[in-house]
């Protein structure tokens, strides 16, 4: 059996390597890749174009102990299979593209340990700011925050007081208008379906606002289903089975996001019920997934891709030195679909 070809060892490619190659000095070579200092056009391109050849790529962190940051963006969100935080994500990347700046995920499962841990892991490469999802954190990570001497800028929500600039809409407010839109379409007897939410402060602060408004109005929520993890789809059947077999006379159904209530309006669409005559619902969020559903499903939108493309135009305006402390609140646009219209608006 013949013995296979020795492969050499690899070792780290230098700024000595592209000088080499590009026959400059290493200060130049330095200064193209750090995009510092004054180096014509062509001597600019040879030396991209030996890094290019050698596949070289920059110590980023190295060239941080003289700047004390890189050109990354720490973007912390809790999850990557909510198809809310993709949106954002887009937002941020369309705006930080064709800027030095770059955007790189961490992802907290809904957990403040773990958003102590992420935060404290993305802090410790300096980035050039932090773009981080909800405004409720551990006193440890707000203090890392206020600590970090870069900008930071908290999404999702503007119901509390952020550690430096916030981009988001009131959930409390969202929850008030969507209980204004369902009592203005005449339903009354009022069931409730969403996450466990000890953990979930947005969608708290919705049921919130939902549950103050109706109570002026003398309503109450009549029955509740919550659930903690596995499908969306599934378990929006599942609750919303569960629901009405306890309350049967409820009249309309309030889903705490849309994937939970596109399984429930699916069962509800099996099980032959007139909607919206007999029985209305509405989601939350605004997920495109509702564009392939039997019935549109009502629900708001929460304006994602644009919190992620003003979080990011925060950043980039800060690391050339202006603003701070930005409020930025957005108006959540709800539609009522064909799930909520019982009379013309």
């Known amino acids: 059996m013949a013995e296979s070809p020795t492969i050499p060892p ?203 408004t109706l109570a002026k109005s003398g309503h109450e929520v009549l029955d509740q289903e919550f659930y903690s993890g596995g499908s969306a789809l599934l378990k929006g059947r599942e609750m919303t089975a569960a629901l009405l077999e306890r309350s049967p006379d409820i009249d309309f159904l309030y889903y705490s996001n849309d994937l939970i209530g596109a399984g429930g309006l699916l069962y509800c669409l099996e099980r032959g019920y007139d909607i919206p005559g007999q029985l209305g619902l509405a989601g939350f969020n605004g997920v495109e997934l509702l564009q392939g559903l039997p019935r549109r499903l009502a629900t708001m939108d929460t304006e994602r891709h644009q919190i992620g493309r003003e979080a990011a135009r925060i950043i980039v305006a800060r690391a050339k030195g202006g603003g701070g402390g930005e409020r930025v609140e957005l108006e959540p646009r709800i539609s009522l679909g064909d799930t909520l219209r019982r009379y013309k608006p």
Request: aromatic fraction near 4%; avoid cysteine.
């Open 10 to 212: 690899r070792r780290p490619l230098t700024l000595r390597d592209v000088s080499e190659a590009s026959g400059v000095s290493e200060m130049t070579v330095s200064r193209v890749l750090r995009n510092r200092g004054d180096v014509s056009a062509a001597t600019r391109d040879k030396v991209l174009e030996a890094a290019r050849e050698l596949g070289y790529v920059p110590n980023k962190i190295a060239g941080a102990l003289a700047s004390s940051r890189v050109n990354l963006v720490a973007v912390i969100i809790p999850s990557l299979s909510n198809m809310v935080f993709p949106e954002v994500l887009a937002g941020v990347a369309e705006t930080l593209d064709g800027t030095e700046l770059q955007p790189v995920v961490g992802v907290t499962n809904y957990s403040p340990d773990r958003e102590e841990k992420v935060l404290y892991e993305m802090l410790s490469w300096r980035p050039s700011g932090v773009i981080i999802a909800g405004i409720e954190h551990s006193e440890t990570a707000r203090q890392m925050m206020r600590a970090a001497e870069v900008p930071v800028v908290e999404i999702m929500d503007v119901d509390g007081e952020p550690v430096d600039a916030v981009v988001g809409i009131s959930h409390r407010r969202a929850g008030r208008k969507m209980a204004e839109a369902i009592l203005k379409q005449g339903f009354e007897r009022i069931g409730f379906l969403g996450t466990q939410m000890p953990l979930d402060h947005r969608a708290r602060k919705r049921f919130e606002g939902f549950t103050e």
